[in-house]
């Protein structure tokens, strides 16, 4: 099917030149959206990220730095994905990203100005050329910011080679299909051109090109006015299926996010339909006002787009506390998740740098307690006994029943080895563009996790042997509770944020103290050589598991 679709496609290019000029322009100008996209991206370098967060704090603020973000990266797609992501990581509150949400959304109507303005109104073949050889030759000579700049150069030359393809196609389909007969005389013709804009923007997946379509089949006289404002409103709601789609995969913050981006377009879209025509009558007042020309169908479509976006803010700007209560009731936290599943590694995190970085962050975090509590059950002591006040010596020489201890090798593979699977597949999936900072801190979070997971498999040698020699009477009980008492130290001091000689030291003490009672006792027969050599052996797997959580020295 989809094979003869594509030679049916083919054969309507290949007979009407008109349409397939059309084709091309459309194809070309989403290719530079795509482009012009990734390098933003790439240039920004988490800057971008770190404005947009910086900005959610308060919801006026939020609202302006989401419409100039759009303004400036023409992508409300990328702001919208970028707000699912700090929700998803943490990093913003569900109003603070609605708010961004709403601002992405006037934003947006920057591109139907500067379509409308410059667009239609030059020839913008003529500039696109040379940005199109610079770009294209930058792109696979240059590296680094060099390149980004010349992927910027050549997304905004196929941008403007798409228009003006876009614009040829409509002044040469002179006998095309033409909707003057849908003038919006009846009631039907305005859901159906909502519709038609819906639909465009979902196939396309960019309100920017639909848009442009309807701008230069206004502009060519192949559409009327009041329904190509209908179908602006139409671009409005289309917009929401990227957000629905890059919710799909992602967690409970990133959906209640899309919730609250598909109820204001559909709430704002409503009110833009039913008060179309007051709203025209508005946009032509405006336009006289300013000067415009009666006939100046473009630009009044423009005003249109951002008087009802604005119109919908207004509107919904004070119900954004109510509504983020809705979406948490809608969309709750599941009550409980597996042990072996990460919380934070959403595939919407993937979209960013800084958001990809705080899940990385967030995860290992979670990956050390475990390691934590399993290093605890390595040295036979409760976790209450050893993080959060400076371990007893009566905790470490109370009774010990060896059936109340799990084995550390059963849990690791139930919960270390699983998260940290996950946690490894996140950081290789990592594809976008990273400052030096922000590598540095993704491979130090790595580095530790995997110290974290060393160290507890050292831990699984000593568990067996203190498990063994548990008994009060053994004549290793004794080594052993000075080794546990010194690791516990070790570990709490880890866990109060302490590094280096702090955390070895406590065992130095104790390897010392044995060594030489070892010897002594060797000499007085007092202690069988094989056990000797068995504490030798857990001194050892002691000394690399506390070498295992010290940080290495940091490289200036």
């Known amino acids: 099917m989809e094979l003869l679709g594509l030679a049916a496609a083919a054969a309507l290019l290949l007979s009407r030149h008109d349409i397939a000029t059309l084709a091309a322009g459309l194809g070309l100008f989403l290719w530079g959206m795509t482009l012009l996209e990734e390098a933003i991206k790439r240039l920004s370098g988490g800057t971008l990220d770190r404005w947009l967060h910086a900005a959610t704090s308060h919801p006026g603020r939020a609202i302006g730095v989401g419409a100039l973000a759009t303004a400036l990266v023409q992508s409300s797609s990328l702001i919208t994905l970028l707000a699912m992501s700090f929700v998803s990581a943490g990093l913003v509150t569900l109003p603070g990203a609605i708010a961004l949400l709403f601002g992405a959304n006037l934003g947006t109507t920057t591109g ?22 610079l770009g294209l030759l930058g792109r696979y000579r240059l590296s680094g910011s ?13 941008l403007f080679l798409g228009i003006d393809f876009m614009k040829l196609g409509f002044e040469a389909w002179q006998d095309g299909i033409r909707l003057d007969g849908l003038a919006g005389d009846r009631l039907w013709h305005w859901p ?4 038609i804009g819906v639909v465009a923007t979902v196939v396309m997946q960019s309100s920017h090109a639909t848009l442009l379509l309807t701008l230069t089949a206004l502009a060519s006289g192949q559409l009327p006015y009041l329904p190509a404002l209908a179908i602006a409103i139409g671009a409005n709601i289309g917009t929401t299926v990227t957000a629905v789609l890059g919710a799909l995969s992602a967690g409970v913050a990133a ?24 709203l025209a009558w508005l946009v032509d007042a405006i336009a006289e006002l300013v000067g415009l020309a009666e006939t100046a169908w473009p630009l009044k479509l423009a005003l249109f787009h951002t008087l009802f976006n604005l119109l919908g803010i207004v509107l919904m700007l004070p119900w954004i506390p109510r509504l983020a209560e ?13 042990q072996t599943q990460a919380r934070h590694l959403d595939s919407t995190a993937l979209n960013h740098a800084d958001t990809a970085v705080s899940a990385m962050e967030q995860e290992c975090r979670r ?31 109370s009774r010990i029943d060896p059936g109340a201890w799990p084995s550390v090798n059963a849990r690791y593979h139930e919960r270390i080895k699983p998260l940290l699977t996950e946690i490894l ?25 995997l110290r974290m997971v060393e160290a507890v498999r050292f831990g699984e040698v000593l568990q067996r042997s203190f498990l063994r020699h548990a008994a009060p009477v053994s004549p290793l009980r004794e080594a052993h509770d000075d080794l546990r008492l010194a690791v516990a130290v070790g570990l709490n001091r880890l866990a109060e944020g302490e590094e280096g000689l702090a955390l070895a030291t406590p065992l130095e003490e ?47």
């Open 112 to 133: 139907a100005w500067l379509i409308a303005s410059f667009g239609l109104r030059f020839d913008l073949a003529h500039y696109a050329m040379p940005l199109l050889a």
């Open 146 to 158: 060099l390149a980004g700049i010349a992927g910027l150069l050549l997304g905004i030359g196929l």
């Open 192 to 195: 159906l051109f909502v519709l």
């Open 255 to 278: 959906r209640r996010l899309a919730g609250a981006h598909v109820i204001f377009n559909l709430v704002t879209a409503a009110v833009a339909l039913a008060l179309l025509v007051p």
């Open 326 to 338: 809705l979406l948490e009731h809608r969309f709750p936290e599941p009550a409980r998740l597996p």
């Open 367 to 397: 990956l050390e307690r475990r390691a934590y509590h399993l290093l605890c059950t390595a040295i036979l002591l409760p976790s209450a006994e050893v993080i959060g006040h400076p371990p007893l010596r009566s905790a470490v020489e």
């Open 425 to 449: 597949a996140f950081q290789a999936r990592i594809d976008v563009p990273l400052t030096e900072a922000q590598q540095n801190r993704l491979d130090a979070l790595q580095a530790r996790s």
């Open 510 to 556: 104790v390897r010392r103290h044995w060594q030489y009672e070892l010897a002594k006792r060797l000499r007085e027969h007092r202690l069988d050589p094989w056990l000797a050599s068995s504490l030798m052996n857990d001194l050892h797997q002691a000394s690399r598991l506390i070498a295992a959580l010290v940080e290495p020295p940091r490289i200036n």
